[in-house]
């Protein structure tokens, strides 16, 4: 599993964490966010499905976070999500992703609840617990799991037209407001294409 959190994520700066608080759960919640060297960006939608080995419509059922730590610091992390498929639109490997069937996917965040603190890579949320998303994925080389392409690009909410979102993408906030915008567009387009 390790491995697999080295590959997908390169060493996370904790250390340049934004830090900011609010409600969730009815309880105040410390965000602390990681910049992740590797992130693939994607300017079209159409990129990020000719990048994806798998595409679908899912809901989220539970979830698992995990934490990498170096004495009392988190120096790395990461949640396995149970998700039931709803619908398939693209499968290139043929792997068995039937309807009904639950697949674990590894998402770019993790809540602890002993501090009551989410941590997200760049930004990243959670899906929320039965919930359906459009997900865009591809399929770990080690393990069973499939990760999101793109960190928070591969995960179009479907119960609402929220990005899902929490911090900034860029420094310049012209910048993370084109990011945010861009990532609207994106994600009216996937709506639009990829229906249950």
Known sequence: MK???????TILFLAACNHTTSELSNAHTKYV????KIIDQYDYLEE??????????????SGESHFDKDGDMVTGFYTISDVEIKKVFKNE????????NVIK???NGAFDKETNTMYGSAGY?????????LLFLRKSTTHDEYTIKGVYYGKVPLDSNQ??????????????????EKLNQMFEKARKKYKE
């Open 3 to 9: 491995k697999d959190v080295l590959l997908f994520f």
């Open 163 to 180: 990005i899902e979102y929490d911090g900034h993408l860029n420094s310049s906030k012209q910048a993370n407001n084109k990011q945010i």
């Open 33 to 36: 966010h990681s910049e992740s």
């Open 105 to 107: 996917v590894m998402e």
């Open 93 to 100: 490997k043929g792997y068995k992703l039937d309807r009904g």
């Open 125 to 133: 949320q959670l899906m929320k617990n039965d919930k359906s998303y």
């Open 48 to 61: 990020m499905e000719n990048d994806s080995e798998v595409i679908l419509i899912g809901t989220k059922k």
